[in-house]
């Protein structure tokens, strides 16, 4: 099982991560020098540990098995796609390193008991803060493993109290050109919203961070407090939220407007329903040499999979 | 044109157009590619790719506008080092990408449109730099040139396949798209074409 919690006191990864950065690094000079040298010398070396990686042979079917290394904090800050700072994977970390978080006030809104603007601090106040090691798969075929902190989205649903017509909830990010230079570009329709269905929000593992690495987010990691859903494509996750509203109909979100013939409103991880141009049947682990098979619900089957009984995840993508 | 430059031309263009190899090189071996390092070289070879692509294009209409010869003498080394990024970008998806998986390779390219447009301009390359030789000129005379207009086509491909890649904006393979149509036009005859049209047919007596 992979929501690990733990006492925020206790010596996170953080402090021990530099050296692991490190090797890293070093990591793919070597592995890809090997690659080459093998290339060159062995062919039938190389064809073999190919089959090693095919989907029959694979062993890593359960979640827990996967092992999981952290992604270094450098790569988690540095590489990002969050368009409303550009569109390459390091102008986030760029252009947020003056993003400013305060004061920052939350709209909720809609068919809910405790509609209202509220100082962040104000909305946070009674949530269990505690760490979650979640993997996060990008719908771009890459994935890290990231050490939240923050609290359960439930409790902070529990505490907005929808009313009883409401289905689904909508976040909205941010709209702030003036800070957010992406935003000045019309790469997106802005503000970006996504959604969720109420069910999939109430789900344990849906999680609302304020910090990684026990460290308070940065600009690039949607800084002050995000959504983390680790069963979907990273871009269902929406950072720096100023809005919470509670609908009755499916809300609109960001990417499906944009092209909705290759982004859905479900967006759950699974390599047997690819991406329209690419293919989701494996992933590159940020750090890592070989390409790895990607699971169904990114390795949350247990945890997530009664909440689509019976629906057709083709259809809803 | 400076005589040292149009005299050395070689060398100059052969050391020009290694650099971008250097600069991957001197960022693959100080760890600079970041976290996601193939992804990098992919998109950094594929942009040399086209542009090297494009460059190759541009010699002709040069020599037109220059009146000089040097363009000619470094076209087929712009071609080559053009296939040469291309192989790069291709070796990088096989190897370092994929590494050797036939199954995704296999339905990356008969799945996806962007792949199928990379390789039909890879293997439309292929006879262009085996034959690239003075001597495959000299051997195919007025055919050479025939064959080697296949990298209009190349080209276009190369744009046809970086738009069907992007997932947002179109704004650069769009530029991309207009040097290549710019390219293209400079290359048309277009007084020719125009004074045929617009020439008063010849009306000939029937009988
Ligand atoms: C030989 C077959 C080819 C294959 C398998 C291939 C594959 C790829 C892949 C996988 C990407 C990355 C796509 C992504 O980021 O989603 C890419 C990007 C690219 N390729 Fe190719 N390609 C091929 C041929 C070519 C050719 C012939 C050219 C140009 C003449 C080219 C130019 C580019 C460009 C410009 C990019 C985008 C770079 C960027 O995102 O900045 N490719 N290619």
Redesign the pocket.
Same mark, same amino acid.
């Given at each position: 099982m992979l929501i690990k919690s733990r006492n925020t006191h206790d010596c996170l990864e953080s402090e021990v991560t530099d050296y692991s950065l490190y090797m890293q690094r070093r990591r793919f000079i070597e592995t890809s020098a090997k690659g080459f040298g093998l290339a060159m010398i062995a062919p039938s070396l190389l064809l073999s540990a190919c089959s090693e990686a095919s989907p029959g042979s694979d062993t890593t079917t359960s979640a827990g098995k996967q092992d999981q290394e952290l992604t270094p904090y450098e790569d988690v800050t540095t590489y990002n796609n969050f368009y409303e700072f550009g569109l390459g994977k390091s102008d986030p970390a760029k252009y947020a390193t003056k993003f400013n978080v305060k004061p920052w006030t939350v709209k909720v809104e809609g068919a809910v008991e405790n509609p209202g603007t509220y100082d962040l601090e104000d909305l946070l106040k009674g949530m269990q803060q505690e760490e979650r090691i979640y993997r996060l798969r990008c719908v771009?075929a890459w994935s890290m493993v990231i050490p939240w902190y923050g609290f359960a989205l439930a409790d902070l649903i529990k505490k907005l109290k929808p009313t009883s017509t409401a289905k689904y909830v909508q976040f909205e990010t941010l709209y702030d050109p003036k800070q957010m230079p992406g935003q000045r570009g019309r790469a997106l329709d802005w503000p970006y919203v996504e959604g969720l269905r109420l069910d999939e929000a109430m789900n344990p593992l849906a999680f609302m961070a304020t910090g990684l690495y026990g460290k308070d987010l940065l600009g690039q990691n949607g800084a002050p407090f995000r959504l983390v859903v680790p069963w979907k494509y990273g871009f269902k996750s929406i950072k720096s939220i100023v809005a919470i509203r509670f609908t009755e109909t499916e809300p609109p979100t960001s990417w499906n407007i944009t092209n909705s013939g290759e982004y859905g409103f479900y967006a759950n991880v699974n390599p047997k329903v690819n991406h329209p141009?690419?293919s989701q049947r494996k992933e590159r682990r940020i750090g890592e040499f070989r390409k790895r098979p990607t699971l169904l619900f990114n390795g949350y089957g247990d945890e997530v999979a009664s909440l689509y009984q019976g629906m057709d995840l083709k259809r809803y993508f | 044109m400076p005589a040292f430059f149009v005299k050395h031309i070689k060398p100059i263009c052969f050391t020009l157009c290694s650099l971008p190899l250097a600069y991957l090189a001197m960022l693959f071996f100080t760890d600079q590619l970041g976290a996601n390092p193939i992804?990098r070289i992919?998109?950094?070879? *594929?942009?040399w +790719?086209?542009r090297?692509?494009l460059i190759t294009l541009m010699a002709t209409p040069l020599q037109r506008a220059l009146g000089a010869v040097w363009p000619f003498r470094i076209r087929r080394m712009l071609g080559l080092f *053009?296939f040469f990024?291309?192989t790069l970008? %291709?070796a990088n998806? !096989?190897v370092l990408?994929q590494f050797f998986d036939g199954y995704e390779?296999y339905f990356?390219?008969v799945e996806r449109p962007? !792949?199928m +447009? *990379?390789?039909a +301009?890879?293997?439309l390359?292929i006879p262009l730099a085996v034959t690239s030789t003075k001597k495959m000129m000299r051997r195919l005379g007025k055919r050479w040139k025939q064959l080697h207009r296949a990298v209009y086509l190349? +080209?276009a %491909? *190369?744009?046809l396949?970086?738009f069907l890649? !992007?997932?947002l904006g179109w704004f650069?393979?769009a530029i991309?798209l207009l040097v290549y149509l710019a390219l293209m036009l400079m290359r048309m005859p277009i007084r020719e074409t125009l004074s045929k049209i617009f020439k008063p047919r010849q009306v000939t007596d029937p009988r």
């Open positions: 771009e141009r690419w | 992804e992919t998109r950094y070879s *594929g942009t +790719a086209l090297m692509t *053009g990024y291309v970008h %291709l998806y !096989i990408d390779i990356d390219l962007f !792949i +447009a *990379g390789m +301009a890879f293997l390359l190349i +080209a %491909l *190369g744009v396949h970086y890649l !992007i997932k650069e393979p991309y």
